[in-house]
């Protein structure tokens, strides 16, 4: 695959997730502070007016952080709202620390194009019992639904295995909560697996945060490698939620990832 197939394949999954947004490929803007013509390989225009620009680069190697520097000051130059670079190879250690401790409206991810393995899809029905919802897998990332546990479904990067997620320790997965006589409500769900955490670990640190409708809570202990990240969202019947680990200078966006999964996500009744 050329570098041009890479952009294609790029605004194909620009176009899968941007719902109801005006997609634009291979654009030209002035800038506003360089006064020169500036090449955009995809623009996004939401239905809120805000504008995203996206930067597809085929290089053989990971990038490093002048071009995201040298990113950071298009997506200024050209007035965007925020700015997306993605790579297949991945990013250095300070090109990551530069975009997602540096810039808030910035973000770098990873889309890798082997082929996606059995299971894999960018769109799923994962259900349990008579309850499931239509998800959609966030941007450059995939929905894996085979069985792990009593863990309804999986979610890591496109491209990778789930061990390989596994190990590099960015990967949630989605479980349903059966409303019932004795845990009803979110509220109560999550005080009671909150009981469940400090039984574990009792000197664990939780942090809860509400945002765009989605319960946020996350889980600090010394006996995890990195934090438990648990984000909700409630229905009439029952309670989806998704329980994201993610490395320390990738939480945030990746918290944003789950939250789009969430926010799309659209509830249906299984019959069996």
């Known amino acids: 695959m050329n570098w041009k197939e890479y952009e294609k394949e790029v605004l194909s999954e620009c176009q899968r997730v941007f719902l109801n947004s005006d997609i634009s490929y291979n654009v030209h803007i002035k800038g506003l502070y360089s006064k020169r013509m500036r090449q955009i390989d995809i623009m996004v225009k939401n239905g809120n007016g805000a504008v995203y620009i996206i930067d597809a680069k085929k290089y053989d190697v990971k990038i490093d952080v002048k071009t995201v520097e040298s990113f950071i000051g298009m997506v200024k130059d050209v007035g965007a709202d925020k700015g997306i670079i993605v790579s297949e190879k991945g990013f250095s250690k300070a090109a990551i620390n530069r975009a997602h401790l540096g810039e808030n409206n910035v973000e770098v991810d990873i889309l890798n194009l ?89 000197k664990g640190i939780i942090e809860e945060d509400c945002s765009d409708s989605i319960r946020i809570r996350k889980f600090k202990s010394k006996k995890y490698p990195c934090p438990e990240i648990t984000l909700f969202r409630e229905f009439d019947d029952f309670i989806l939620f998704v329980v994201l680990f993610s490395p320390d200078n990738m939480i945030n966006k990746n918290i944003e990832k789950m939250k789009y999964l969430l926010l799309n996500a659209i509830p249906l009744h299984v019959t069996q």
Do not use: M
């Open 114 to 202: 082997r082929e996606l393995a059995l299971f894999q899809s960018e769109v799923a029905i994962p259900y349990a019992g008579k309850h499931g919802v239509v998800a959609l897998a966030p941007f450059c990332w995939i929905i894996d639904g085979r069985r792990r546990n009593n863990i309804v479904a999986t979610l890591y990067r496109r491209g990778f295995s789930f061990d390989e997620a596994a190990r590099n320790k960015e990967w949630a997965y989605i479980n349903f909560w059966h409303k019932d006589s004795e845990i009803g409500a979110l509220d109560e769900l999550v005080a009671w697996q909150n009981n469940n955490l400090l039984c574990d670990d009792n």
